[in-house]
């Protein structure tokens, strides 16, 4: 079983930056990655997703421009680069990773085998 472990969130000015990251420690194969988000009463959205090659990456559209996903110099290891945050921002970010080879960006939560615990992103007016 692969764990995610994510870090990076906390709280921020509307118009900050944060950078959340996720790694799965231990492990030596590729992965498609993807990030989701649950804020306060609302349902898991799906933000950004990259492929298991990392040629391609999607966003969902109020994020575009705003947020980079991109694979870090560390194996396995993703970035999710947050810019001018906007309190409709603010949720728990999770962090997902499937080891399905050659698979494209995948938006469902389902097709995701590994999480990570969540981490805080609270984006003050």
């Known amino acids: 079983q692969v764990r995610l472990v994510e870090s990076g969130g906390g709280l921020v000015q509307t118009g900050g930056s944060l950078n959340l990251s996720c790694t799965a420690p231990?492990?030596?194969?590729?992965?498609?990655w993807g990030w989701f988000r649950r804020a306060p009463g609302k349902e898991r959205e799906f933000v950004a997703g990259m492929s298991w090659t990392g040629g391609s990456t999607l966003y969902r559209d109020n994020v575009k421009g705003r947020f980079t996903l991109s694979k870090a110099n560390t194996p396995n290891t993703v970035h999710l680069q947050m810019r001018s945050l906007k309190p409709e921002d603010t949720a728990v970010y999770y962090c997902?990773?499937?080891?399905?080879?050659?698979?494209?960006?995948?938006?469902?939560?389902?097709?995701?085998?590994?999480w990570g615990q969540g981490t805080l992103v609270t984006v003050s007016s």
């Open positions: 997902a990773a499937t080891g399905v080879k050659g698979l494209r960006v995948a938006l469902h939560p389902s097709v995701y085998e590994f």
């Open positions: 231990g492990t030596f194969s590729n992965f498609g």
